[in-house]
């Protein structure tokens, strides 16, 4: 059995058509998934809706089962429990997703005492061995800051600390590394596939960054328009797409297959999207 | 000059504490001590700002009027904060229905004005200071919910508040570990103009004898019984009528410099 398993699932903000139809797609214990697809394609809404996150105008149905257990529908006072302890979440945006008033340590700290017993002493000792864990040099120094002293990749590895701290089954990732500067990344994403494997989580890593998607996943769903147009071992799919839009996005990733001087190739060369329906387009 | 409102509020507040604070231990003469024939009688020796129309020193009048002054801003905005922004967390924090009904139950009695609510508990229970410390502070109940709403609204639309989520901090536990010291600058600024309009609202109904008995000094009483004397002594009206305009410009430009100091974009521009 897998460890999540998302059947038929379709979102719908308030009476607008549903932004989400019919998604299907499962992941393993200690799998990487990437999930790819340009903005507004349904992506965060994927991840809020396993997270059970939804804005509450939103009606998630169809099924998503992690480890078993019926996400769709659960009420918040058995789902809170859950989240940062059995599934957790790392955001776009590491600067909006620490609270300014807080310390960086207490928030971390936060999440494991939400979840078992332990003392301040206790919760302090984990979390900064967790500092460690995401490579953030002098750890106490960290614990006592607030978010605005930090760097943006100190941030981000304290996000990724929070997301971790529990050794969760599933991460998802939400673009952690759209908003921090390329070798930053590079530094982040080890940090990210370190913890990873130590934790033995996977991870559903949501990004429109083909270079970033191929250095952490293994299986790779490609999302248009609110549906799932792809799916499979990355290996495969980016030797062998079968979707022309899946066929658009690896030749506008290949510049280096570009004669000189010739036209960029889009998407769009590729594969022409049917009208839409307006209003179906969602953020992120 | 950098941040002049800020500085002068402070000022102006400052003495307003200070005056207040000595007056609890000292003042020149006791402020409801009759000097005989020295009733209206100019400035003389000791007694700096002269005497009243009963013949009572004018400088340790205004000194100890600041006494009630305070007391009564610090009840009234109490009493208002206290129930205000629970309200408003609650309001910001529920959906529909129940958070609509806070909210129009607020506005109803921010129809109400304050002296009418302070005429009609003097009228019930006889006037007190703390029938006006009262009616003053339910009355500026509503403007504290309404910011404290208005400001856990974004809070709680933030990447945090669903990062804390994200984390399993139950939803109404967040309001405390996050709305609350995030929306804390906003209120203080609020605290800080409801201070301001306190003042104002306690010498109004102090002026219309719905204040403090008698004997109690206060700027409002005073302005009230200087009228008599206006052109005989006009100084009689002039101190405490300079006295409450100082402390309420004061909170206002205390609260005023808070909020550009606590405004980011204003403050990178400083």
Known sequence: MSLLEVRNLSVAFGRRPPTLTGIDFTIDAGARVGLIGQSGSGKSVTALAVMGLLPEYATATGSIRLGGTELIGRPDALFAPMRGNDLSMVFQEPMTALDPTMKVGRQVAEVVRLHRKSSREQARALTLDMLEQVDLPDPEQVYDAFAHQLSGGQRQRVVLAMALINQPDLVICDEPTTALDVTVQQQVLRVLRHNLDAVGAACL??????????QVCDQVLVMLDGAIVEAGELKSVFTDPQHPYTRGLLATARLDQVAPGSRLPTVADFYRRPERTPGTEVAG | MKRASLWTGVVLVGIVLVAGLVSLVWTPFDPNRVFPGAALQGPQGAHILGFDQLGRDLFSRVLAGSQICLIVGVISVSIAALIGVPWGIAAGMLKGWPSELLMRVADILYAFPALLLAILFAAARGSSTWSAMTAIGIAT?????????????????????????????????????????NIAPVLGVQASVSFGMAILAEA???????????????????????????????????????????????????????????????????
Do not use: K
């Not at chain 2, 910011?147 to 994200?166: E, F, G, N």
């Not at chain 2, 409002?220 to 402390?247: C, H, K, S, V």
């Open chain 1, 205 to 214: 890593f949501i990004t429109h960054d083909l270079a970033v998607l191929s």
């Open chain 2, 141 to 181: 109940i509503p403007a504290f919910a309404r910011v404290a709403r208005a400001a856990t609204l974004s809070v709680m639309s933030s990447d945090y508040i669903l990062a804390a989520r994200a984390s399993g901090t139950p939803y109404l536990m967040s309001a405390v570990r996050h709305v609350l010291p």
């Open chain 2, 204 to 270: 109004a109904l102090s002026y219309l004898g719905l204040g403090s008995p008698p004997l109690v000094v206060t700027w409002g009483r005073m302005l009230r019984e200087a009228q008599t004397y206006m052109f005989n002594d006009p100084a009689l009206a002039l101190w405490p009528g300079l006295a409450i305009a100082g402390a309420v410009l004061g909170f206002n430009l205390l609260g005023d410099g808070l909020r550009d100091l606590l405004d980011p974009r204003l403050r990178e521009a400083v």
